[in-house]
């Protein structure tokens, strides 16, 4: 690791202690139509306000053995291992990509894409709820970085992208910019495309809605980001674990809610999609050939 980027890791670490912190706030308060500025962090059951010292990342929550210093209502561990699972990944970020042109800005914007991902997981995962007003700004960001990495890090045109755009000239800045954000647009369209056509043929079946709308916005918004193939990738591995996690989970369900038999059983996609994007941005490249390799044989 180049010399003057050794404390960045640790900086990195700090801050998505307190972004992890920051995005626990928003996944609480975001549902309920509150907030997210005001007013200050409080005991969810008797509204205490915390001490400053009572709201540091993972540290108070040991401090206070996970329970409130006033009423004593246990504070669910969720808070500590989404903070933690922040520093965490904002830590990767900057360890992916150190031997990259322009590390500092393909961390934060590695970091920005994770936070938005666990973000959207935790929403799907509670309430069934990926929120337009996140959906749609993280599609455009991701447009915008696509713009600002090509013009950072130029990758190689797709040869099926040249013979579209011959007209353009493909090697100067703009147009190698245009080629990049374009390519993003069409990823995106084809991640939307996915879900809605398994959407609509569901509905022939079934006659009743099976992926959500906001799941065709989460897999537009990682092909904004990550591009087709991982895009592609990324709904295949969800596909694979949700449908894993489905089968597990069967016995469970069908000993609560005998009467209605496994048929009913609804599974948060965007949990899955968000982890295998996330997953996607760190697996070394060879890993991902070895998966495609698998799953087109
Ligand atoms: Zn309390």
């Known amino acids: 690791m180049r010399a003057w980027l050794q404390p960045v890791p640790a900086f990195f670490a700090l801050f998505g202690l307190l972004f992890g912190s920051f995005l626990n706030v928003v996944r609480i308060r975001m549902p309920e139509g509150m907030s997210i500025v005001h007013p200050g962090s409080r005991c969810p059951r008797c509204q205490h306000p ?26 669910s561990p969720t808070y500590p291992i989404v903070e933690i699972a922040t520093s965490v990944l904002w830590t990767m970020s900057v360890v992916a990509s150190v031997r990259q042109p322009a590390p500092i800005v393909q961390a934060v914007a590695s970091a920005i894409f994770c936070w938005i991902m666990l973000l959207l997981a935790a929403l799907d995962w509670q309430h069934f709820w990926l929120p337009d007003r996140i959906t749609w700004p993280t599609i455009m960001l991701g447009l915008l970085w696509r713009g600002l990495h090509a013009s950072i890090a130029p990758l190689p045109i797709s040869p099926m992208l040249a013979a579209v755009l011959p007209a353009m000239e493909l090697e100067a800045k703009p147009g190698v910019i245009f080629a990049a954000v374009l390519a993003a647009v069409l990823a995106a369209l084809a991640g939307a495309a996915i879900v809605l056509v398994l959407r609509f043929t569901y509905w022939l079946v079934r006659r009743r809605e099976g992926m959500g709308l906001g799941d065709a916005k989460l897999l537009a918004a990682i092909g904004a980001w990550l591009g087709f193939t991982a ?34 059983m609804s599974f948060p996609l965007g949990v899955f999609l968000a982890f295998a994007a996330i997953a996607e941005i760190f697996s070394p490249a060879w890993l991902l050939h070895l998966w495609l390799q698998l799953a087109f044989r």
Do not use: E, Y
């Not at 915390?50 to 504070?75: D, T």
């Not at 449908?243 to 048929?263: C, D, E, M, T, Y």
């Open 231 to 264: 895009m592609l990738d990324s709904f295949l591995v969800a596909v694979l674990g949700a449908s894993v996690a489905a089968l597990l989970w069967i016995p469970f369900h069908l000993k609560r809610r005998s009467n209605q038999g496994w048929s009913t």
């Open 50 to 75: 915390l001490a400053a010292w009572q709201n540091i990342p993972v540290l108070s929550w040991m401090l206070l053995c996970g329970r409130c210093s006033f009423c004593h209502f246990p504070i």
